[in-house]
């Protein structure tokens, strides 16, 4: 079900999806993210690591310029995702979100129906030409996100009312419903038992088929579960990336490898 | 250093005492003073909750008897010789007959009515007897003449306001020793009143026209209605509904979700708590000065007053507004941002429907306070005798002159007839019974809406 050390040798050859360079990221005057330079790579897991409050999340929300609500939040360097810069001025971050998806920490299904709560992305996006192409990208979502079995039966019933791992693969699928090429995760896994983290996971790596995926995690068991390739992240500078089993196994900064051995963080 | 205070050898005081079941000294004084503060909160409760029933008490007490009042109904003999001279029931010629032509007939049909019921009237003239009647019944008879044409020549079953000491003393208002010195009524009257009430003529009955005539003349408060000013108030709400909502709500929203915080935004945030506070004559002077002086709109019209308490309810629309937005988890705009949803989207599809109750809940309220504001209404003339009856249309709902009715309350209550002591007290009553329903209407709303997340 995991990767063979054979399927990580393979990833190495892939395309790169998103290339950030040189980024820093501010929130008023503390400089949170310092010169990150990373190479995202299409249809591979990327996992970021790090001690709390290292600045892995705050990246993150860099990818899909989720750091445009908050006011005092500046970035500045480039990241390029298939080769345009997402910071330009011309890019609208509406039509970057609907390519760059994105899993809460916390499972935050809207109020509304199951099905509303897939439907919404592809009606905002005019994906769906009638209501039976809709119906069809539901039930495709639902499937992708391994909950259409649990579901099925009362699409209609309020996705508030479903269990943590439950609406968290429920904001998967809706994530996964606007047919985006990059899936953003921040600790999708923080707030459920072991039992739906394991489904969750499952997820992710069935995900890698056809997305690239990004995520940010506190447990480097999860990392080493679900990633390919691994960023550690300390104080707002990458630290290290490379493979993931090359990171937690031989890892080149004395400073992942105390992360990593539970010294630091 | 502590050890050293203990003489040497000698065990340190245990920490804890060596029984649960016997509380310390410690715990005992917390437990009393926990147990003063929930008397104090109780005593708190108990005090609000008397000055609450003395108030019920007191309105219902002495408003009631403004919903009823005394009819005397008799026979009326309609005399076409005097109504319609030339017999051909033109209305033209018909509303010749003005409401002096009617008030003898009046006087005839009492003096026949205590004939035929075996009482001796104790009066030489006639027109003694029109004590009896309110001043208003000869007007009514003509109203029901003017309407009725048919009905002259004949005698019909009339009924007619009796005149406010008459209902005075049916309501215990009004007794013989009050009556000394007050020339309108006698107390021979009163002895007329005793048998015409015992022969049925003269009854209290429920006064529908309390609640939707007009007000009337200092000198018949049996007449008075609070029905026009209920109008007033009514078009006054449309104007503060439809002007505070819209322009509430939007400049909510935007200082909430899009304004950048900047000291431009903080500067108008501190106005609008501001404003907020500022007494509400205020507002009326202001209101008086830009709408009636500056703008020339009519005197007195629900418009102006409707303007002048939109400017009253917006802060309050705003403020709450602003709360039910703040109050709505900042993951659910994560949520739409992340499906690619615009700002705009997130907040109208998501927020706005989160914070609904919230916004309908503040704006009732804001409402309700409006429906019961009486000073900005003084200075914008909204306070005084009104004549005419309802408004013909909906243009002159908004543009003629009206009162509300809080003000028409302050106008009854500052009159001099006791009579309208009672009717002051009736007009809380059914303020009263409006906000009630206003706020249970907001209550319901927000039980209705209410959605978790």
């Known amino acids: 079900m995991y990767d063979s050390p054979n399927s990580e040798a393979k990833i190495g050859q892939k395309a790169i999806k998103i290339s950030a360079n040189k980024v820093q990221v501010y929130y008023g005057d503390t400089h949170a993210i310092k010169d990150v330079d990373v190479q995202i790579e299409d249809k591979t897991v990327t996992a970021f690591i790090g001690p709390s409050g290292c600045g892995k999340s705050t990246f993150l929300r860099c990818l899909n310029r989720m750091n445009d609500t908050i006011d005092i939040c500046r970035v500045e360097g480039e990241i390029l995702l298939d080769g345009e810069d997402i910071y330009d001025k011309r890019v609208d971050p509406v039509q970057l979100r609907a390519k760059v998806g994105m899993v809460f920490q916390k499972p935050n299904p809207f109020p509304k129906s199951i099905y509303d709560n897939i439907a919404y992305g592809p009606r905002i996006h005019g994906l769906a030409r009638s209501k039976a192409d809709l119906d069809d990208i539901v039930e495709k979502s639902l499937r992708r996100g391994a909950i259409w079995n649990e579901v099925k039966d009362r699409l209609h019933a309020p996705g508030t009312g479903l269990s943590g791992g439950q609406q968290q693969r429920l904001c998967i699928a809706r994530a996964i419903a606007t047919e985006p090429e990059v899936l953003l995760m921040d600790e999708p896994c923080s707030a459920l038992d072991p039992i739906a983290t394991g489904q969750v996971e499952e997820l992710i790596d069935e995900l890698r088929e056809n997305f690239s995926v990004v995520i940010v995690t506190h447990s480097m068991q999860q990392a080493a579960r679900v990633s390919q390739k691994t960023a550690f992240f300390h104080l707002g500078n990458l630290v290290e990336y490379g493979m993931t089993g090359q990171i937690f196994t031989n890892p080149n900064d004395p400073r992942t490898e105390s992360y990593i051995t539970g010294r630091i963080g | ?453």
Do not use: C
Request: net charge neutral; charged share 20%; hydrophobic share 50%.
């Open chain 2, 1 to 453: 250093m502590t050890d050293a205070t203990n003489p040497a050898g000698a065990a340190p005081a245990p920490k804890h005492p060596s029984s649960l079941l016997a509380a310390d000294v410690r715990t005992k004084r917390r437990n009393a003073a926990e147990a003063r503060f929930k008397a104090y909160g109780l005593a708190a409760v108990g005090i609000g909750l008397i000055f609450l029933v003395a108030l019920l008490f007191a309105i219902i007490r002495n408003g009631t008897p403004a919903f009823t009042q005394t009819f005397l109904t008799i026979p009326v003999e309609l005399p076409e010789a005097k109504l319609d001279k030339n017999g051909n029931r033109d209305p033209a010629d018909l509303s010749k007959v003005t409401t002096f032509g009617y008030a003898p007939l009046i006087e005839v049909a009492v003096a026949r009515a205590l004939e035929e019921n075996g009482i001796d009237s104790p009066f030489e003239k006639q027109k003694d007897l029109r004590n009896l009647v309110s001043a208003s019944a000869p007007a009514q008879l003509r109203d029901y003449v003017l309407q009725h044409p048919d009905d002259i020549g004949k005698t019909i079953e009339f009924r007619m306001l009796a005149s406010s000491r008459v209902d005075g003393y049916l309501k215990g208002r009004v007794t013989r020793d009050s009556l000394a010195r007050d020339k309108n009524l006698d107390a021979e009257h009163l002895d007329l009143v005793d048998q015409l009430q015992a022969a049925g003529l003269i009854k209290k009955q429920f006064n529908w026209a309390f609640i939707f005539g007009a007000d009337a003349s200092e000198s018949r408060p049996e007449q008075a209605g609070i029905g026009v000013a209920m109008i007033g108030s009514f078009f006054m709400m449309l104007v503060v509904l439809a002007l505070s909502l819209p322009i509430g709500v939007a400049a909510s929203i935007y200082l909430e979700e899009f304004a950048p915080k900047n000291r431009w935004t903080d500067l108008i945030e501190v106005n609008i708590s501001n404003l907020a506070a500022v007494p509400s004559i205020v507002f009326g002077i202001l209101g008086l000065a830009v709408f009636i002086q500056f703008m020339h709109f009519p005197q007195s019209a629900p418009l102006v007053g409707g303007l002048v308490l939109t400017l009253m309810t917006l802060p309050t629309i705003i403020i709450s507004t602003r709360a039910s937005l703040k109050a709505v988890p900042p993951s659910i705009r994560d949520a739409a941002l992340g499906v690619g949803a615009s700002k705009m989207q997130a907040v109208f599809h998501h927020v706005l429907p989160l914070a609904m109750p919230g916004i309908l809940t503040g704006t009732i309220i804001g409402l309700a306070q409006a429906l019961g504001e009486t000073a900005p209404l003084l200075l914008i003339g909204m306070v005084g005798f009104i004549a005419s009856n309802a408004p013909d249309g909906i243009a002159s709902g908004f543009l003629a002159p009206n009162s509300a009715m809080p003000a028409q309350i302050y106008e009854w209550a500052k009159r001099a007839d006791p009579a309208y002591y009672e009717r002051a007290w009736g007009g809380i009553i059914i303020l009263l019974l409006f906000l009630m329903t206003m706020n249970i209407i907001a209550i319901i709303l927000r039980r209705r809406f209410e959605r978790r997340w």
